[in-house]
Structure formats: structure tokens, C-alpha cells
């Protein structure tokens, strides 16, 4: 008998040729992610599902516990292997109840054969076992809502007994969808729109702007501290730090205070697709929601991207602030988001920025600047920092 958790994903988002790179990209997130935590168990790719061989006598809840955070998984399950013998099947029953009954009351038997010629068939086994359960713990066969449900599933040259499967993460596991370049500020709402991009299965490179020195290295510091923790569902993630002091003193210049923020903005996502593109990204992801605060009105996300030629994904468009910090305190980036910082976005604006900004005249204010040079210049300063390669 060994023990194995088995992870399974959702077969929606496996037509064709997605399949082998989706199932891939989910082998190789699970080893990286019990290779972090110091679990070096065996992770093989079967037919329709990923098994995890682990040790013998070891517990299962550090590698469980690691793999629910991983993206792509619908269900994982702590099983035990038996041979295909019934005294070998009972005797996984009986190690299962030892291990997982947790004094429940009620239970059901699910058997299941991949095989059609096994001897007993699933009613067979779902009765005989049900019987034998009965009696070893005394609870009573419930078909609905049972506290366990116990499953056998008879396979070719094996049997898998466990109880009822844990959820996982689920979405697409990361790098089995697109690249992207995710505008990183210090703020709560930028980290929690980037995992939302790992949830889709993306690969998330971040870009994030300081005005160091005309401010201290409090915001670059936060991004790094974020970026770590994000990297948690990537393994492997590389942050662009841009200086924008030099940039910014000449937008202060050239624009009206009131329209700076917007400006700033704009600015950004023409560095960002730069950057994007040298890394061969082909959209940005920004943290805004509408309405959320004043430079966050539909005018002016039309005013910024009117300046976009990329694809500008904004996950968290249609939610609330309250919805965003539950999210965000699940990620385990709340704590890092709310440290105070120096942002180079509240530099240089007034107490009341533009609400309905227009393009004519954001355009108008910038003919003073060249646009393509100063962009140019931010992009080839950039820093890149990498980390968990
Ligand atoms: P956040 O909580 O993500 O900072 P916010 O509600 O404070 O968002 P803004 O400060 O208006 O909103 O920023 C809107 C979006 O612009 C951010 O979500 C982020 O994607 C991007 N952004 C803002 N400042 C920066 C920065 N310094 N570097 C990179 N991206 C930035
Ligand atoms: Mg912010």
C-alpha cells in the first residue's frame, strides 16, 4: 500500500492542443511548488490526472497544503494505492477510516471500475464495503449529504481508496495562457489584479515606477516585498523598476496641475508597452476600478489609453474596494500594501485632479514634451530584479 494525493483539473479548458501544454505547465507548477517548501516527493503526469507519491508513514497536509494554492486544480485528494485484491482493497478501507473517520456518522460508498471485467462489480463493492464500514465504525449509510464519502476507484492495475476530495485553487495553472506586463504600484489593488492574471494562467512580468530620489526608496521597496509574495503562484518572476523623477519634472512643466495625474499615467502605460514589448508581452494589466478614485473615471481611462496600442486589462474594472482588500488579505499582500510610502503618483498634483479629462486636451499638453525620446530613456534605465530563479 502507498500513499499519493491525487490532483485533478477541470476538463472545460482542455480542448486539443491545449491540453499537453495546460498539463505541462501544471506538473511543473506543482514540482517547483513542493520544491520551495522542501518536498522533494515524486509528481508524475497519468492519464487524466497528476499523482504525488509520498513517502511512506509521512503526513500529507504540508504537501496539501502547498498544492491548494496552486493554480489549474479543481480537486486534490490524499489516497491510498492498493492492489486490486478485495482483501487488499479492505485493508485500504480500514487504514483510511483509522486515518480520515474523524468520528463522522454518516457515510456513502462510491465505487467506480475503469476496468469492466473485475470481478465484482461497483454495486458489488459499494454494498461489501458499505457493510464492512458499518460495522467497524458504527455509522449509518447515508446516500445524500453523508458526512463521508468514501471512494474506491478500481483501475487497471491498482485501487485508490480516499474520502472525499479537497478544493483546489482552481482557474489554469500559470504560463499556460499569455504574457503580460503588470503596472505595479505599492497599493492594494495592483497585486491582487496581477494574481488574477495567474488565475487565468498568464505569465506576469511587473513594472513599477519610483520617483527616487525626489522621494525615499519606500515604494520600490513594497514592490520588491510584493513581488516575492506573488511569486508564490509563478515561481520565477522578474520586476522592472523605472526611474520617473526626470520624466515627471519635465510632464510638471508641460501640464496643467490638474491634468498631471492623468499625464503620469499616460506616460506609464507608453513605458510599460516598451517594456512589454522587449520581454514580448502583448498586454498591460493595470488595478483600477471604476470610479474608485478620481483618476479612475471612465473619461480618464479613456484619456490614458487613448495612448495604448496593446490590450489594457483591468481585472478588477466592476469591483468593490471591500471585495478587492478580502481578496488581497487571502493573497497575503494586505499587510504590504497598506505600509506607508512615498508614491510618485501624489507628487506634484492638486487636492483636486481632473474627473472627465479629454484626450484633445491631454494631447494638447503634451506637444511641449518628446513624447518618444523620454519614454525611450525610461525604458533603457530600467532595473530588472528577478526572483525565485
Ligand atoms: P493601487 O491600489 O493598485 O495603487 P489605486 O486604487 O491606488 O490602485 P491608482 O493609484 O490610481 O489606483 O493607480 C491605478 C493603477 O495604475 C494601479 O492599479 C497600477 O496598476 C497603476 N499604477 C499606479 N501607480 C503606479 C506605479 N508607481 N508604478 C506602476 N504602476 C502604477
Ligand atoms: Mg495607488
Redesign the pocket.
Known amino acids: 500500500m502507498s500513499r499519493h494525493l491525487l490532483i485533478r483539473y477541470h476538463e472545460v479548458a482542455l480542448k486539443g492542443k491545449n491540453r499537453g501544454v495546460f498539463v505541462g505547465a501544471l506538473a511543473t507548477n506543482v514540482r517547483k511548488a513542493l520544491a520551495r517548501a522542501g518536498l522533494d516527493h515524486p509528481v508524475r503526469q497519468e492519464r487524466s490526472q497528476i499523482r504525488v507519491d509520498l513517502p511512506d508513514g509521512s503526513d500529507a497536509s504540508p504537501a496539501l497544503n502547498v498544492i491548494s494554492r496552486v493554480y489549474g486544480i479543481a480537486r486534490i485528494a490524499p489516497v491510498l494505492r492498493t492492489g486490486l485484491a478485495f482483501d487488499e482493497i479492505v485493508d485500504g478501507v480500514r487504514e483510511t477510516i483509522r486515518d480520515e473517520w474523524n468520528g463522522a456518522e454518516t457515510f456513502r460508498v462510491s465505487a467506480s471500475r475503469a476496468d469492466k471485467r473485475y470481478p465484482l462489480t461497483s454495486a458489488d463493492l459499494n454494498t461489501q464495503i458499505g457493510s464492512l464500514v458499518e460495522e467497524e465504525t458504527g455509522a449509518a449509510v447515508k446516500l445524500r449529504g453523508a458526512d463521508i464519502d468514501l471512494r474506491i476507484d478500481v483501475r487497471e492495475r491498482d485501487a485508490f481508496v480516499y474520502v472525499e476530495s479537497v478544493p483546489g485553487a482552481g482557474g489554469l495553472p500559470v504560463g499556460s495562457s499569455g504574457h503580460v506586463m503588470a503596472?505595479?504600484?505599492?497599493?492594494?489593488?495592483?497585486p491582487v489584479?496581477a494574481a488574477r492574471m495567474f488565475r487565468r494562467g498568464c505569465t506576469v512580468d511587473f513594472?513599477?515606477?519610483?520617483s527616487f530620489p525626489l522621494v525615499d526608496g519606500s515604494?520600490r521597496d513594497k514592490a520588491r516585498d510584493l513581488v516575492r509574495v506573488l511569486d508564490e503562484s509563478q515561481f520565477g518572476s522578474r520586476l522592472h523598476l523605472v526611474p520617473f523623477a526626470d520624466a515627471q519634472r519635465q510632464i510638471v512643466a508641460a501640464v496643467n496641475p490638474a491634468y498631471r495625474v492623468v499625464a503620469y499615467?499616460r506616460f506609464?502605460v507608453r513605458v510599460a508597452e516598451e517594456l512589454a514589448r522587449r520581454v514580448n508581452a502583448l498586454a498591460l494589466v493595470?488595478?483600477?476600478s471604476i470610479g474608485?478614485?478620481a483618476?479612475?473615471t471612465v473619461e480618464n481611462i479613456s484619456t490614458i489609453d487613448s495612448v495604448a496600442r496593446m490590450p489594457v486589462l483591468r481585472p478588477l474594472i466592476g469591483m468593490d474596494k471591500q471585495e478587492i482588500i478580502t481578496e488581497a488579505r487571502r493573497l497575503g499582500t494586505f499587510d504590504i500594501?497598506i505600509l506607508p510610502d512615498e508614491?510618485?503618483?501624489s507628487l506634484f498634483v492638486p487636492k483636486h485632479p481632473i474627473l472627465r479629462s479629454s484626450i484633445v486636451e491631454a494631447e494638447r499638453m503634451e506637444t511641449a514634451l518628446d513624447v518618444d525620446e523620454l519614454v525611450r530613456m525610461s525604458a533603457d534605465e530600467a532595473q530588472m530584479v528577478t526572483f525565485g530563479q
Do not use: K, N, W, Y
Not at 183 to 190: E, M, N, Q, R
Not at 207 to 210: A, L, R
Open positions: 503596472l505595479l504600484s505599492g497599493g492594494i489593488d495592483s489584479a513594472v513599477h515606477f519610483h515604494s499615467r506609464m493595470t488595478g483600477e474608485q478614485v483618476s479612475q500594501s508614491d510618485c503618483c
